[in-house]
């Protein structure tokens, strides 16, 4: 079954739209992610200086 090339182009807009959109929102949560990680590392950093002494 094939769609008509009107039909054909609507469905393409709208998966890319939906592509768009969700890659929107991924590039809204990577800087919280990373934001979420640096206390941990900063944690785990000055653990590791305490057991070397430092």
């Keep these: 079954m094939v769609l008509p090339p009107r039909r ?3 469905a393409l807009l709208k998966v890319m739209l939906w592509g ?3 890659g929107l929102l991924v590039a809204l949560m990577l800087p919280n ?4 990680r640096e206390p941990s590392r900063r ?3 000055k653990n590791n200086l305490k057991q070397i002494g430092l």
């Design 20 to 22: 768009l959109a969700g």
């Design 33 to 36: 992610l990373r934001r979420g």
């Design 8 to 10: 054909w182009s609507s």
């Design 43 to 45: 944690t785990q950093c």
